[in-house]
């Protein structure tokens, strides 16, 4: 069944890097995204990946995927405060491009 | 400024009550939907839409009901609110094949 796991929360240092984990079940999974979410506010799509690709850089943020085991990451680089937010990892399915969301890892920055 | 909007953001009602969700989009997307956020869940899938008059069922479409009358708009429709529909909502849209945009929320209580 269409499945997408990630743990609850994380908390790094301010200046560290975050490293958010996903798995996911569906294979034919065409697009794979990371959204943030803040308190109070709609998703903000960060990142996505096309699935033929293993890794995508933008600024911060490095995306990797290794398809074989179903495994997504999300690197942030030099966390902020402001990156403290419930981050969202989801796949979309080709046939409906429903997107099946993971139930969110909440990032906690400390100062 | 491209942007989903919904409306009301807010909802205290009572069982019973037909309640309307609007969703509005200005961007000329095809492909809208409704999603439900509650906490350890994700956000799951209610309704979606290809283009206008294409409506279908997403994974927990009990109780509600949708219409796209126009490419613009998708109004989400409670016909008798019961308190388990108590969640925080969210309209998305997208390009078929594009990341889907997502709408600030509609927090919805009902007593």
């Known amino acids: 069944g269409e499945d997408v796991e990630q743990s609850l929360f994380l908390s790094v240092r301010e200046g560290d890097s975050s490293v958010i984990n996903c798995t996911y079940t569906?294979?034919?999974?065409?697009?794979l995204y990371w959204y943030k979410q803040e308190p109070g506010a709609g998703l903000q799509l960060l990142t996505y990946?096309?699935?033929?690709?293993d890794m995508k850089q933008d600024q911060r943020l490095t995306v990797l995927l290794n398809k074989k085991d179903k495994h997504l990451s999300l690197r942030i680089a030099d966390t902020q405060t402001g990156d403290s937010a419930i981050y969202f990892c989801?796949?979309?399915?080709?046939?409906?491009?429903?997107?099946?969301f993971g139930s969110g890892t909440r990032l906690l920055v400390r100062p | 400024e491209a942007q989903v909007t919904q409306n009301p953001r807010y909802l205290i009602t009572v069982t019973g009550k037909k309640l309307t969700v609007t969703c509005s989009q200005n961007?000329?997307?095809?492909?809208m939907s409704w999603y439900r956020q509650d906490p350890g869940l994700g956000l799951r899938q209610i309704y979606y839409?290809?283009?206008?008059?294409?409506?279908d069922k997403g994974d927990v479409p009990e109780g509600y009901k949708v219409s796209r009358k126009e490419k613009r708009n998708f109004p989400l429709i409670l016909e008798s609110p019961s308190p388990n529909q108590t969640s925080l909502y969210f309209c998305?849209?997208?390009?078929?094949?594009?990341?889907?945009?997502f709408g600030d929320g509609t927090r919805l209580s009902i007593l």
């Open positions: 998305a849209s997208s390009f078929v094949d594009q990341p889907q945009h």
């Open positions: 569906d294979s034919s999974s065409t697009y």
């Open positions: 990946i096309f699935s033929n690709m």
């Open positions: 989801a796949e979309r399915m080709d046939s409906s491009y429903k997107l099946i």
């Open positions: 961007m000329n997307h095809e492909y």
């Open positions: 839409s290809m283009n206008v008059e294409v409506t």
